[in-house]
């Protein structure tokens, strides 16, 4: 199988880097030192040498670069290699440049720049040099194993289907056991009765047993395990809930007893929640201070001379774990008894025309910061809901209310791929609903940082549907 021969190739992959990293450093050092001392005993160059390869490490498991070394195609391989290299140029720059300087260490920025630029070069060489030979080399990491079936229901069958179109992974089935021959189409694929199994299995030394059988068979099960371990035969069980929702699922154990979570939330996590707070008091702050401060002003002067009314809209929306709040805005529509009701469409004749602008720009946004900080808000997250939308849709949509396992959000993954605005059908809602809930299983702070910077380009170029 693939994946036995992964351990060995990441630690291959790790290994290589470090050394073109050092060797990077080492060669530009002789070629820009012009002191005559040798590396090793040039103890101002030294800790340099610890920085680099310190945020090297921590740049390459931020982006996950030895994660699947066999499995990643090509493009997402050298993603992963530029994504990586960018993340330690920055953090290479922000820490001899900004936090202990160039002086002390005598490290000019000229050998940073040829530094970085060789390893870059011979990094991306060595990477291809890696894929060619991965690719000739493929069929022979694989170690094809013999496996055999145990029920031949609708698990059985996709299990089936899963290695016929996954031939990667390293499986080829012999054949099904199953006690009604009905069940399998393939007649050339039955082997048998349950009980005729262990001895099949016995007479094809190596094949592995791969259970589907249901709960309502737990003693079959059962007694097919105990014999798998008496005869040393590789014994697997396939959950009759595998495929809920369709999609990966994630197995803990309580004492003997496993657990399977219908999805991974990556900020139930008590570190991930606390980098994603850091990052929403340190962002809140900085808006706050050095934007928000002499924007409003600004602001709230045009609001009030256009219209009469307060310059904050305040509104009662949905939180985490449906848990209300008070949501602040700058107000962009004249004072209305539907606001709480109706949405924003198009042409609406309620927004001001400064009001279009706000919206069109995302600045009437702007005081939620102070929610972010108060803590009933992030800066990434689901766009919070009026109530009643939140009622009326989480009975037309199953999955609606999953989203608010998560604090609502001043930006969104489902607001920087377009899906924001007017909501004109229930189509248009599970689309959102969708982008929330990915969001929500494949968090990261790296893709918290994505959002922002999506969000801040589509601000000052205004989206078609901000209105």
Not at 269 to 277: A, D, H, P, V
Request: hydrophobic share 45%.
């Amino acid at each position: 199988m693939i994946n036995r021969h992964t351990t060995f190739f990441k630690a291959l992959n790790l290994t290589i880097d470090y050394l073109i990293l050092n060797i990077s450093m080492v060669t530009t050092y002789f070629i820009e030192d012009r002191s005559n001392v040798f590396w090793a005993n040039n103890r101002r160059y030294l800790p340099i040498v610890l920085v680099f390869n310190l945020i090297w490490l921590l740049s390459a498991n931020i982006s996950g670069l030895y994660e699947q070394v066999l499995n990643k195609d090509s493009v997402k391989t050298y993603r992963s290699v530029i994504r990586t290299y960018f993340l330690f140029v920055s953090f290479i720059c922000f820490t001899i440049l900004i936090l202990i300087g160039t002086e002390a260490y005598f490290i000019t920025r000229q050998y940073l720049f040829y530094s970085l630029a060789l390893f870059g070069f011979l990094l991306g060489l060595w990477k291809l040099i890696f894929l060619i030979i991965r690719k000739s080399e493929r069929a022979s990491l694989i170690d094809t194993r013999d496996v055999i079936i145990v029920g031949a229901g609708r698990i059985g069958i996709d299990l089936h289907n899963y290695f016929l179109q996954n031939p990667d992974v390293g499986y080829k089935v012999l054949g099904f056991f199953d006690d009604i021959p009905a069940n399998i189409k393939e007649k050339e694929l039955y082997l048998g009765g349950i009980n005729d199994c262990i001895e099949y299995v016995k007479h094809n030394k190596g094949a592995e047993i791969f259970c589907t059988l249901p709960v309502s068979d737990s003693e079959k099960v059962e007694r097919l395990m105990v014999e798998a371990d008496k005869n040393l035969i590789r014994f697997k069980s396939v959950p009759e809930y595998y495929d809920y929702h369709k999609k990966p699922t994630y197995i803990q154990s309580f004492g003997h007893i496993p657990i399977i979570s219908v999805r991974t939330e990556p900020l139930e996590n008590l570190l991930n929640r606390s980098k994603k707070r850091i990052f929403d008091i340190a962002f809140s702050l900085f808006v706050i201070l050095f934007v928000f401060s002499w924007l409003f002003p600004i602001l709230a002067i045009i609001i009030k001379l256009e219209s009469k009314g307060p310059v904050f809209f305040t509104q009662t929306r949905s939180g985490r774990d449906n848990h209300p709040f008070k949501c602040y805005k700058l107000r962009s529509m004249r004072v209305n008894n539907d606001s709480d009701k109706v949405q924003a469409t198009r042409n609406d004749r309620r927004i001001t025309k400064s009001g279009a602008f706000l919206r069109k720009t995302s600045l009437d946004e702007l005081p939620q910061f102070f929610n972010v900080l108060i803590g009933n808000m992030s800066v990434v997250g689901p766009r919070p809901h009026m109530i009643n939308h939140t009622v009326e849709y989480s009975a037309l949509i199953d999955m609606f209310m999953v989203r608010h396992f998560l604090k609502p959000g001043i930006t969104g993954w489902a607001q920087t791929n377009g899906l924001r605005g007017e909501t004109k059908t229930v189509e248009d809602m599970e689309q959102r609903v969708e982008a929330d809930i990915w969001y929500l299983e494949n968090w990261s702070f790296l893709l918290d940082l994505k959002i922002v910077f999506l969000t801040i380009r589509n601000s000052l170029k205004g989206e078609e549907n901000a209105f």
